[in-house]
């Protein structure tokens, strides 16, 4: 059973451009966390998605980010218009029951870096 | 908001020295979980404490959870270098639309040397 997949890995991006990360979450699991990390920092949560419903994006910066979570396919956050602040590791985290104290799995996150 | 301030931000030790890392905030949580992270990986759960006064032992890695739920130690017996790496606390919300989420402490830096 793989585990949670993100990728690219690595994206490099210039100001202005846009930033597409995409997460596949653990089979069997429909709960997708996005969580963003500054260096030497602990990660801050951006937005909660089910399949096809975004639950919570309390943390999400209402310009500029979205989030989804299609039937079929992989959770996508795109990051608009890209400045030099939002460099930082992004990482999904998925869990298959609702139940707030069910282990969450991380994947390895995806390296912004806006030149 | 609920915050989580972890402290220190930073431990060098020696191999075989015990240390503390302590995980405070003025808001009640369902629940605390510990992670470990590795450079350019993303966290690995350690342990979930659930119950106020809960003590869980993991080999030589000892969690507390604070009788109100609000504060929590990690605290590791005779640390080996291979125990060097970035420790998260992070609470789980229990109410309203937070639906199990996340909030990290700032994290440790633990390193320890041979």
């Known amino acids: 059973n793989a585990g949670v997949m993100q990728n690219p890995r690595?994206?490099?991006?210039?100001?202005g451009q846009e930033a597409r990360l995409r997460c596949s979450p653990m089979k069997g699991h429909s709960h997708v966390y996005w969580y963003r990390q500054l260096p030497e920092e602990g990660l801050k949560f951006m937005v909660y998605l089910q399949k096809e419903n975004i639950i919570d994006e309390s943390g999400m910066p209402?310009?500029?980010f979205s989030a989804e979570f299609p039937k079929e396919g992989p959770s996508i956050l795109r990051i608009q218009q890209v400045v030099r602040g939002d460099s930082a590791a992004y990482f999904c985290a998925s869990k298959p029951n609702l139940g707030t104290n069910e282990k969450l799995f991380f994947g390895s996150g995806t390296q912004l870096s806006v030149l | 908001t609920q915050l989580l301030e972890q402290s220190p931000q930073f431990l060098s030790i020696q191999e075989g020295e015990n240390l503390?890392?302590?995980c405070n905030s003025s808001s009640v949580f369902s629940s605390l979980q510990w992670y470990r992270q590795e450079p350019g990986e993303g966290p690995v759960l350690l342990v979930t404490v659930v119950t106020g006064g809960e003590v869980k032992k993991l080999k030589r890695l000892t969690f507390q959870f604070g009788d109100a739920r609000k504060d929590s130690s990690l605290h590791i017996t005779a640390a080996q270098t291979g125990d060097t790496g970035l420790y998260l606390c992070a609470g789980v919300d229990a109410g309203g639309t937070s639906y199990g989420k996340l909030t990290f402490g700032q994290g440790t830096i633990l390193t320890v040397h041979p």
Request: proline share 0%; glycine share 0%.
């Open chain 1, 10 to 15: 690595h994206l490099v991006r210039r100001r």
């Open chain 1, 62 to 64: 209402k310009e500029r």
């Open chain 2, 20 to 22: 503390t890392v302590y």
